[in-house]
């Protein structure tokens, strides 16, 4: 018990340590791109609240605004477009949130590279359940992650497991928190879960849309496959599950992808006589 708390205890300190991090990042408003922003969005009879544009250390820059009343889509097109020609950047479709008082539009800069996924799952040997959870998603920085855990064993009791993981994870990435520190404690949550061995491989790619760099975070995975102008290359690391050991062993890389580059993560369902047909 001592050792579980001294462990959550740490992680805690990490996954402060990290939003510290992104909180120091240099960042600059630019206050004249903001007003031609809100001038823009007046003259269109939008009625803005208010408007804050922000530059990040990679020169990238959001635009914020807030609006007393709900905008169609139409209205969001036309808005993108013209906030595009006076900020001098291609902006995409913005997110939007709504709140007793306004609307919330958050325009980000158009990523270099898009990214098309899909998923196929089956469920082993006529279980109700699946042991695999997978997820993707955006961070709303200009980062897609895609995510596969896979629970010991098979059925409902591997689908807790790895959901739990998965879930966890996600909520830790889009709030901020670095990727390590967000594995540790998951890793911690694991091992504290039940006295019984709870293991759970994760297979982890994260990337920029804007760069095309893509990082790689492996705990007992297997093998991932990249397609890139006709080589095929595989990413492996000898780790352990998560789960398992207090100190989580992670395995990570780097790489760099391209326009029309696939990669391919799978859970161990895939045997590894059959990864020829991954690699065609």
Sequence with gaps: IQTLASEQFE??????????????????????????CKAVALSAGLKPIDCCCVCDSLERITVEMRFSKPLDRKELNKLT??????????????????????????????????????????????????GDTYSTFCDGKGWFYAVVCDGMGTGSRAAVSSGLAVNLLEKLIKAGFGIRSAIKTVNTSLVSKSDEECSVTLDLIALDMYTGMVEFYKCGAQNTVLKRKGRVTEISFDTLP???????????????????????????????????QLRN
């Design 81 to 130: 477009s013209q906030l595009s020609l006076v900020s001098r950047r291609n902006l995409e479709q913005p997110e939007t949130d709504e709140f007793d008082e306004y609307i919330k539009a958050v325009f980000l800069e158009k990523p270099t590279y898009k990214i098309v996924s899909s998923c196929v799952q089956f469920n082993a040997n006529g279980e109700k359940y699946s």
């Design 242 to 276: 998560m789960g398992i050991l207090n100190d989580v062993d992670v395995g990570c890389g780097s790489s760099e992808v391209g326009i029309g580059d696939v990669l391919i993560i799978c859970s161990d369902g895939v045997r590894e006589e059959d990864f020829w």
């Design 11 to 36: 992680n805690v300190s990490d996954l402060l340590s990290s939003l510290c991090d992104e909180i120091n990042e240099e960042v600059k408003f630019d206050m004249d791109v903001a007003a031609r």
